[in-house]
Nanobody
Framework: VQLQASGGGLVQAGGPVRLSCAASGRTFSSYVMGWFRQAPGKEREFVAA????????YYADSVKGRFTISTDDPKNTVYLQMNSLKPEDTAIYYC???????????????????WGQGTQVTVSS
C-alpha cells in the first residue's frame, strides 16, 4: 500500500489549501481514510476521516465548518479542502488508511494501518 500526500505549502491566514492523497496497492472500498496533523512539539492529532464510499465523515471540533474531506474513487484519491486557515493549522499533514475493524474509533492514530509521508502546511498571519 502506498499513500502519497501532496498539496501543502505556505498560505496566508484566511486562505484555502487543498491536500491530496493518492492511494495505491489495493482496493480501498472498505477502508476508512483519515487526515492527521502534527505540529512541532505536539502529538499527532486527528483532523478528519471518511469512509471510502464518501460517507459518513468525521471531523475534529477545531476544523468543523472549515475543512472538508472527500474521496474520488476513479482517481483513488482522498482530498482535504481547508478553508479559512489559521496560523494554528500550521503542521505536517498526514493521510492514513484504516482497514475494516470491529472498533468504530476513527480518531486515534494507532487505529490506522498505513500512512503517507506527510505534507507541510504553513499558515502565516
Amino acid at each position: 500500500v502506498q499513500l502519497q500526500a501532496s498539496g501543502g505549502g505556505l498560505v496566508q491566514a484566511g486562505g484555502p489549501v487543498r491536500l491530496s492523497c493518492a492511494a495505491s496497492g489495493r482496493t480501498f472500498s472498505s477502508y476508512v481514510m483519515g487526515w492527521f496533523r502534527q505540529a512541532p512539539g505536539k502529538e499527532r492529532e486527528f483532523v478528519a476521516a471518511i469512509r471510502w464510499s464518501g460517507s459518513p465523515t468525521y471531523y475534529a471540533d477545531s476544523v468543523k465548518g472549515r475543512f472538508t474531506i472527500s474521496t474520488d474513487d476513479p482517481k483513488n484519491t482522498v482530498y482535504l479542502q481547508m478553508n479559512s486557515l489559521k496560523p494554528e493549522d500550521t503542521a505536517i499533514y498526514y493521510c492514513a488508511a484504516r482497514k475494516p475493524k470491529f472498533s468504530n474509533n476513527f480518531y486515534a492514530p494507532n487505529e490506522y494501518d498505513f500512512w503517507g509521508q506527510g505534507t507541510q502546511v504553513t499558515v502565516s498571519s
